[in-house]
């Protein structure tokens, strides 16, 4: 089924989803189901599963010299998302990228999802890579998620890249977004990250799924401007709890949000391990309980390899 009938049979009430990345290469699909199989008593009705491209990494050579190398750390988004609809019964989203992508790999990768009956994608521009400056489109590919989404809703027209293909079969993907609330960072301000996200959804997005946050008057602020800007799809909160003491520095530095205040005294405050993660796990049942009494769809956990946390927050929420 697709994500947004998931949101309109709810009728109002807030559903559940986790997001997961795949496990690092060389590990087993059995990484996933343990991390999964306890967050599936809250019957998420979608899963997703990020995408990870190539990364460069530095070979030192016998010769003193270095060799840049292009590596995937994390593959396995397709696979996994077939593994979890056949072990659980629920649509996993694979998120799709521009980066690293020709027009034509993804519109095989999209003809892939299609004949594995996956018909949920979150389209995405992704980063630039470690040792690149700014994101650089693949040859051929795309360079603003904007486009990815054209290229979906034109196959789901039955229009291929392939100039070949004529009366080609149409396909029928729900297509999600990224939205941020405190902006993405590489815009200008507020106003023009907004408009870019209205294009997307003109183009034919189907739903926006939001940047984490931690302050939730950030998100209502984010939707009424969406909301006033014409934006009328469903704008589903991201939440990831911060646990541990490096993440006031890297969370910022990662994802480019802010921490309220009295979230970092409480987490500087706290004792030990074990007392910080209280103080996320409390903050982010705060931060859910509010949203829910909100009438938000949904709320999406990004487990990110936390999931007794996530479990531990659900549990009081859902
Ligand atoms: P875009 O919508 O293309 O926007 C990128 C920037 O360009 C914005 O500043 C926007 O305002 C601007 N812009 C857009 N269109 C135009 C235009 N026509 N002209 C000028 N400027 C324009 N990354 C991964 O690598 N893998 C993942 O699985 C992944 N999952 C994610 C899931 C969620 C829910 C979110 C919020 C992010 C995720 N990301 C992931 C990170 C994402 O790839 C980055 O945030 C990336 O920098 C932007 O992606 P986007 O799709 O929002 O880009």
Redesign the pocket.
């Known amino acids: 089924m697709k994500v947004t009938e998931y949101f309109e049979k709810a009728k109002g009430k807030t559903l559940i989803s986790f997001e997961i990345l795949p496990p690092l290469k060389g590990s087993t699909i059995q990484e996933i189901f343990d991390s999964l199989d306890p967050l599936m008593e809250f019957k998420p009705p979608f899963v997703d599963v ?4 190539e990364e460069f990494v530095y070979k030192s050579m016998k010769d003193g010299y270095f060799e840049k190398t292009a590596i995937r750390k994390r593959p396995g988004t397709i696979g996994i998302c077939t593994a979890i609809s056949q072990r659980y019964g629920v649509d996993a989203v694979p ?1 799709l ?1 521009c ?1 690293g992508f020709s027009k034509e790999e993804t519109e095989n990768a999209l003809i892939d999802l299609n004949f594995l009956g996956i018909h949920n994608v ?1 389209a ?4 630039a890579r470690a040792f690149e400056s700014k ?1 650089v489109p693949e040859e051929k590919g795309h360079k ?3 486009e990815l989404v054209k290229q979906i809703v034109e196959m789901n027209n039955g229009v291929y890249q392939d100039e070949h293909v004529v009366n080609g079969a149409n396909t029928d993907f729900c297509i999600g ?2 939205g ?1 609330p405190e902006k ?1 960072f ?2 200008p301000n507020m106003d ?2 907004i408009i ?1 996200l209205k ?2 959804v003109d183009a034919g997005a189907n739903y926006i ?3 984490l946050f931690f302050d939730n008057k950030k998100y209502f602020s984010f939707v009424d401007k969406c909301r006033a800007a014409g934006i009328d799809v469903p704008i589903i909160p ?1 939440l990831k709890p911060v646990t541990k003491k490096y993440q006031l520095n890297s969370i910022p530095r990662k994802f480019y949000v802010n921490f309220p205040e009295e979230l970092v005294k409480a987490i500087l405050k706290a004792k030990n391990a074990e007392a910080r993660i209280q103080v996320g796990i409390e903050w982010a049942v705060m931060q859910s309980k509010e949203l829910k009494a909100a009438g938000v769809p949904g709320i999406h956990f990004y487990t990110m390899g936390d999931s007794p946390i996530i479990q531990a927050i659900a549990e009081q929420v859902f």
């Open positions: 990020t995408y990870h491209r998120h990228l980066g979150l995405l521009r992704g980063d994101f603003y998620a904007i977004v990224a941020y993405h590489e815009s023009a990250d870019n294009k997307k799924v939001t940047q991201g």
